[in-house]
């Protein structure tokens, strides 16, 4: 007599077919690039303000530009510092070994940090709730 209480596994071909793989709904980030003249350590001066077209009808052009605005102004206040420690540790790379130019690289990665938390700030509060995502990019060394 068979097993009543037995529970077998149903072997389908189409059961592959239903199994749906982890399918991440994030939408690709609008990636901004650098439009200055100016590049220390893969830093740009400045974003350009242009709205970009993957965001017309998702982001008002105004809130974009803020946005890039608030990302130059952190620029314009820590790129003079960096660049005075670039020619101090350029001046001084021989006698110290290179160990002078630590500070330029340590006060680009606290700009850069700076700018990821900003960029994530402005993400969380604004342009993931209209379905975007901005981030800025490393510019071309």
């Given at each position: 007599m068979a097993d009543f209480d037995a529970i077998y596994e149903d072997q389908d071909e189409n059961s592959s077919i239903l199994e749906a793989p982890n399918i991440s709904m994030t939408p690709d980030p609008v990636v901004i690039r650098g439009a200055g003249n100016i590049t220390v350590f893969g830093l740009s001066n400045r974003f350009d303000t242009d709205f970009p077209n993957l965001l017309h009808s998702r982001v008002a052009p105004e809130e974009f530009k803020a946005t890039v605005t608030r990302v130059n102004v952190t620029l314009r206040k820590t790129l003079p510092v960096t660049v005075r420690w670039l020619l101090c540790g350029c001046l001084c790379c021989?006698?110290?070994?290179?160990?002078?130019?630590?500070?330029?690289?340590?006060?680009?990665?606290?700009?850069?940090h700076q700018l990821e938390k900003q960029l994530d700030w402005e993400n969380c509060h604004l342009y993931s709730k209209l379905g975007a995502q901005v981030e800025a990019g490393q510019a071309a060394l």
């Open positions: 021989c006698c110290t070994l290179g160990c002078s130019m630590w500070p330029v690289v340590c006060l680009s990665k606290r700009t850069r």
